[in-house]
């Protein structure tokens, strides 16, 4: 499995990013994704998770504002981020899991295939 993201970009504060991420490779065999973002001396820490079937979870600071989404015909998971705030800034990963857990996969360690990352910046 191979995850591709792309959409990330310097942005004012309140402004709007979409991130995508592809994957390729065996799909069918993933039950659930996940956005990570890492800023410079931070932890990774979960942005947002999904299942194959469609529950979601979300950092408590982004709820309301990100939104997490897939499409499975183009093997693409999304994450819409509006009324961006300077510490949003981080580099932000996808991540593709095979476990299935109710609620999407929480821990970074049970995820099993990540991408490269894609730099997001919100400026004040």
């Known amino acids: 499995v191979q995850l591709v993201e792309s959409g990330g970009g310097l942005v004012q504060a309140g402004g709007s990013l979409r991130l995508s991420c592809e994957v390729s490779g065996d799909v069918s065999s993933l039950n659930a994704m996940g956005w990570y973002r890492q800023a410079p001396g931070n932890q990774r820490e979960l942005v947002a998770a999904i299942t194959t079937r469609g529950s979601t979870n979300y950092l408590n600071s982004v709820k309301g504002r990100f939104t997490i989404s897939r499409d499975s015909a183009k093997a693409t998971v999304y994450l819409q981020m509006n009324s961006l705030k300077p510490e949003d800034t981080a580099v932000y990963y996808c991540?593709?899991?095979?476990?299935?857990?109710?609620?999407?996969?929480?821990?970074?360690?049970?995820?099993?295939?990540w991408g490269q990352g894609t730099q997001v910046t919100v400026s004040s």
């Open positions: 991540a593709a899991g095979l476990a299935y857990r109710v609620a999407g996969i929480v821990s970074p360690i049970e995820y099993d295939y």
